[in-house]
């Protein structure tokens, strides 16, 4: 089993940066990432609103005297293959190739994987005068059906994609009858591209510290169905203050649904224990924060009490800057020929556990049941995969002695000397479950070298002016034992098209990765002193969301095109059509 290969000319440099920082404040982007703290609440999912389009070609023609009368309608598809309506079109009168007005209108979530099944139907002469909702679709002819995710249509360069019309599952194949085609046809709303730059200012906070004054920030979060807070943004601390006045926020409608949406505002006092002690709070939307800065006024933060009411304190909340301007979006630049390409880092220690015993992190159930390191395998490339157009992904391992050879902390999972990548998710699959029968486990637990080799080739793809913006798992179960050098290739990687996910497995105490994912607020810094340009990774523990209604998926993925913006607006990069 060859050592880390990482598919780049040897001749090129591990780590290419334009150097230096960047304020966000200066650019236009948002801010640094929600921390663990936030996350252990919820997460901060970016979402478009899309407005799907449908016609179709040579449908069946199931009418006597005239053409048929189509209807489109679409059902959402969960992962236990359940199935919801969600619309119907209106009813094309005697046509086998409609083109249908009513629009479909849909969040994009990029963290979650948004499957829809589509059936088209014949709508019986003597229903067409009944309002769409109201037919009963047993009593139609059914002319076929197809499958597709939403991120399969706007990943097309043309947001269009073209599916062949089948029988319904379940059903013996005709292959003498042909069923059409169906073509849908994706747009993002504008409102998704209207960004709002918020300065906001407290006055008269209270004091929470004993011997000094509160260190004051603000956490915006959404409010979604049962009433729950999801944050989506967050200020920088502010040390000592109870008149304080924030960088700029940015919040668009990706991130909070709507103008008139209700958003809380939080003001904590930051504990570096992470027991934040909440100051006040106000609940209002972006309108109402418009209208108090055209105003000059402010609002006065409540308390919750132990009766269940509010308290409302002296201190008040202003809104001293509100800008609106349209910035380019993360569809926008998929539609321009970016993709997002998948890489996989598995952790091969010997804390893992024999593989060959049921109790081991690594053990193959013979049932089929996956064990902690494949389900991330599958969740998080199952929703990856469609943004990558070739599906080749490096995969590597580390921690293991490799079959006659010493203790390797990045080697191709594949086994090759030469090549890293395998064939989509089922090629990381198998190459997983054999590199466990032909590596020993070993120790200890390093990151630098597969954090390195994922830089490389991030490095080379940019030297190259590749559209590619590259996305690193690493499955872990332990504490790393090289912190300091970690911080140093993240620190110089957070120049580089690259973001990194962690997922932490079993029962170790991860304090270490939480640092990693900065959730003090404060960006990483290297041995040297430079200071990471920005927020790269995202670390999630599986114990704390795994029984959760946040999937890893969702609070993995949730960051992501954030930071892919990020980036982009750092070296004003346009999303220019090729």
């Known amino acids: 089993m060859g050592n880390c290969c990482s598919d780049v000319s040897s001749g090129a440099g591990a780590i290419a940066g334009v150097g230096g920082t960047a304020s966000s404040a200066n650019l236009g982007t948002t801010n640094d990432a929600v921390d663990n703290y936030l996350m252990s609440r919820g997460f901060n999912g970016l979402f478009s609103h899309i407005e799907l389009s449908f016609s179709a070609s040579n449908l069946r023609d199931r009418d006597v005297l005239s053409k ?12 236990d293959e359940t199935l919801s309506e969600v619309f119907r079109s ?47 679709l047993d009593q139609q002819q059914f002319l076929g059906e197809a499958t597709c995710a939403l991120s399969e249509i706007i990943t097309k360069s043309t947001k269009t994609i073209t599916l062949e019309l089948k029988r319904k599952e379940g059903f013996a194949a005709q292959a003498q009858h042909h069923h059409g085609k169906l073509i849908i046809h994706a747009e993002e709303s504008l409102a998704s591209k209207v960004t709002t730059e918020i300065v906001f200012r407290c006055s008269s906070l209270e004091s929470k510290d004993l011997f000094s004054k509160s260190d004051p920030f603000l956490v915006v979060s959404k409010i979604v169905e049962h009433g729950t807070p999801i944050p989506v943004s967050k200020t920088e601390v502010l040390k000592n203050n109870l008149n304080p006045i924030w960088k700029p926020l940015f919040l668009s409608v990706q991130h909070v649904g709507s103008k008139d949406s209700p958003l809380i505002i939080e003001c904590s006092d930051f504990n570096s224990n992470g ?21 000059g006024q402010g609002i006065n933060l409540s308390l919750p009490t132990s009766g269940g009411q509010n308290k409302v304190l002296k201190s ?45 992190l690594h053990y193959i159930d013979p049932s089929g049941h996956l064990n902690a390191y494949q389900r991330a395998i599958v969740d998080v490339g199952e929703v990856l995969q469609f943004y990558d ?11 293991a002695r490799p079959i006659d050879s010493p203790v390797s902390h990045c080697f191709n999972l594949n086994g090759s000397s030469s090549y890293s990548e395998v064939d989509g998710i089922q090629g990381i699959m198998t190459s997983y479950t054999s590199a466990l029968f032909n590596v020993s486990l070993a120790g200890p637990t390093l990151f630098g070298p597969v954090i390195n080799s994922a830089a490389m080739i991030a490095s080379q793809s940019l030297a190259q002016g590749s559209r590619r913006y590259y996305v690193l798992l690493i499955i872990t179960d332990g504490v790393i034992t090289d912190l300091q050098e970690t911080k140093d290739a993240l620190v110089s990687a957070s120049d580089l098209p690259l973001s990194i996910l962690i997922v932490g497995v079993g029962g170790a105490d991860f304090k270490a990765m939480e640092i990693l994912d ?8 290297s041995s040297s002193g430079r200071v990471a340009s920005r927020d790269i990774v995202q670390f999630v523990a599986l114990r704390d969301v795994q029984h959760g209604e946040v999937s890893v998926v969702q609070a993995l993925l949730a960051e992501l095109p954030s930071q892919f913006l990020t980036y982009m607006r750092i070296r004003n990069m346009k999303p220019v059509p090729l």
């Open 68 to 79: 048929s009368d189509p209807m489109v309608v679409v059902y959402k598809k969960e992962k």
């Open 275 to 295: 027991k934040h002690n909440l100051i006040g709070k106000v609940q209002k939307s972006l309108s109402d924060l418009e209208k108090l800065h055209l105003a």
């Open 316 to 360: 008040q909340l202003f809104v001293d800057k509100f800008t609106e301007t349209v910035q380019h979006t993360f569809l926008e630049y998929l539609a321009s020929g970016f993709e997002l390409s998948f890489m996989v880092a598995i952790d091969f220690t010997a804390s893992n556990g024999n593989p060959r015993l049921p109790d081991s």
């Open 90 to 136: 209106e009813v094309v009168l005697n046509s086998l190739a409609p083109k249908w007005i009513k629009k479909f209108t849909l969040a994009y979530h990029f963290e979650t994987l948004q499957t829809f099944l589509f059936r088209v139907y014949d709508v019986d002469t003597k229903y067409q005068n009944s309002r769409e909702e109201m037919l009963k």
């Open 389 to 399: 157009s070739d599906k080749r992904f490096p995969a590597w391992g580390f921690g």
């Open 518 to 525: 900065a959730d003090r607020g404060e960006r990483l810094e």
